[in-house]
């Protein structure tokens, strides 16, 4: 307000407080796949496309290739909204893994989903690649090996260069680690693929001399779940990745290419009825996963997990898991010691494991690290009307008073176990202010899921004591 010469009255309208803080939409789920017969109009490629629950829409996707698969997985489980991504199928499994992968400066591929809420004003936080991110791609660039270290190096213009595959492969990618002139590690930022016979060459080129680095072939790490695990944390998302259902072996290794809080591995897949061939077939358990966690975000919370919910619609898993609730050697408690998620048969089939695949004990659960997201990205939606906004001790104490109702309101609804937020005055300063500054501390605490149940059982011989009298009275009154 400028301040004017006024003999008289006015009446001056002050900002309103802010409306109660909303929780975002947790149960968006992203689907990347294939679909050569789709309608280009309907779904033109590397495009974002929503489908709320349309029968008729998504039929326009046609049977071949993988999404609208991915879309009855879905909704075999709940009707959802789906933020759909058609990506073109190549003429090998590596050419579409590429097309699926796409360009992260040409948002194209699994980017693709960074352009949903721009475009549709919806936020992926279920992601899924049914049929792409089982795989691994053979003989690709596993480990490389320094030499010799050389000496005279400087890292701004050292390179590391590996020759090329053969036709249909790709070229694998590093970057060099230089300390004091020397080449002391490399990085492998593309492992590549479709390497045959011997291992490719290693050149390093720049100021220095002498550094040898000598490349090892071997499976590495699926592309597309590579690239599903590079979004998930710009997104707030989690990505649930198939597993090669195989074996307990190969289960465990391919879980290994992964070490994210927001990537869950599911093995085996599942078996889907084939009405077109009246026969059981193997079908990705992903977007099932993906479905009954949409589900159950809506029925009870997005503090809730899919772990432990019956799979509708499936004939049971593709590859029988061993299990018993109590039986820490079973293979299904040691699939989920290794941070995998798989399929037991107990009352039906469920999916049982609720870890991601990231290091931290603090944030193992999958619902734990979701229910935080949740809390951040609708509090930071909230509170971007006050940007913007000249301090006042008003706009302090709103944006404090709005933290703390709702984080009262999580508590309320079992979303959390508690929770507070303050300014901290040795923070904040006059410095801070005056630069547009102000940082507001808040805790939370996410409610762990009950993972492991202990009864404790033992004999207590006085009993006998209650039966005899009992024992003795029956004597009696028999008498």
């Given at each position: ?203 390093v080129t720049g100021a220095g001399t002498g550094a040898a680095v ?138 049982w494991g609720l870890r991601g695949t990231g290091t931290d004990p ?118």
């Amino acid at each position: 307000m400028t301040v004017q010469y006024l003999h008289g009255i006015e009446t001056i309208e002050l900002d309103s407080p802010s409306g109660p803080v909303e929780t975002v939409k947790s149960n968006v789920i992203g689907l990347v796949g294939t679909a050569p017969d789709a309608d280009p109009d309907l779904f033109p490629l590397n495009t974002p496309v929503p489908v709320f629950a349309d029968a008729l829409k998504a039929g326009q996707l046609k049977s071949t290739g993988t999404l609208l698969d991915g879309i009855d997985a879905i909704y075999s489980q709940k009707s959802a909204v789906v933020v759909v991504v058609r990506v073109s199928e190549g003429q090998s499994q590596e050419e579409t893994w590429s097309n699926a992968v796409g360009s992260p400066s040409g948002k194209t591929g699994v980017w693709s989903l960074l352009k949903a809420r721009p475009m549709l004003g919806l936020i992926p936080k279920l992601l899924v690649a049914p049929g792409h991110t089982s795989g691994r791609p053979t003989n690709g660039v596993a480990n490389l090996v320094i030499g010799d270290e050389g000496d005279g190096y400087v890292l701004a213009t050292t390179s590391i260069s590996i020759a090329a595959p053969p036709a249909g492969g790709r070229t694998a990618k590093a970057v060099p680690q230089v300390v004091g002139g020397k080449l002391t590690g490399v990085v492998i930022t593309d492992p590549g693929y479709g390497y045959t016979g011997a291992a490719p060459a290693v050149t390093v080129t720049g100021a220095g001399t002498g550094a040898a680095v000598t490349a090892t072939l071997g499976h590495v790490a699926n592309p597309v779940g590579v690239a599903l695990a590079s979004i998930v944390d710009r997104l707030r998302a989690v990505a649930f990745l198939d597993g090669p259902g195989t074996s307990y072996e190969d289960a465990v290794q391919y879980r290994q290419d992964y070490g994210s809080q927001r990537i869950s591995f599911v093995d085996p897949g599942v078996l889907s009825w084939d009405t077109e061939n009246s026969i059981y077939v193997t079908k990705p358990a992903s977007a099932y996963a993906a479905g009954i966690q949409a589900r159950i975000d809506e029925e009870k919370g997005f503090w809730y997990s899919f772990s432990n919910e019956l799979i509708q619609n499936i004939g049971g898993p593709a590859r029988p898991v061993d299990f018993m609730v109590n039986d820490r050697d079973c293979e299904a408690n040691q699939l989920n010691s290794q941070q995998v998620t798989t399929i037991i048969h107990d009352d039906g089939f469920r999916f049982w494991g609720l870890r991601g695949t990231g290091t931290d004990p603090l944030w193992a659960q999958l619902s734990v690290r979701r229910t935080a997201d949740m809390v951040y990205e609708s509090l930071e939606r909230a509170e971007r009307s006050r940007l913007d906004k000249p301090f006042s001790l008003q706009l302090l104490a709103g944006i404090q008073g709005d933290v703390n109702k709702y984080l009262r309101l999580l508590r309320s609804r079992g979303a959390l176990i508690g929770g507070k937020c303050w300014i901290d005055p040795t923070v904040n300063t006059a410095a801070t202010f005056s630069a547009g500054e102000l940082t507001v501390d808040f805790d939370l605490e996410p409610p762990a899921c009950l993972e492991h149940l202990q009864f404790r059982a033992s004999r207590n011989p006085n009993y006998y004591t209650d039966f005899i009298e009992e024992f003795n009275r029956t004597i009696a009154n028999n008498g």
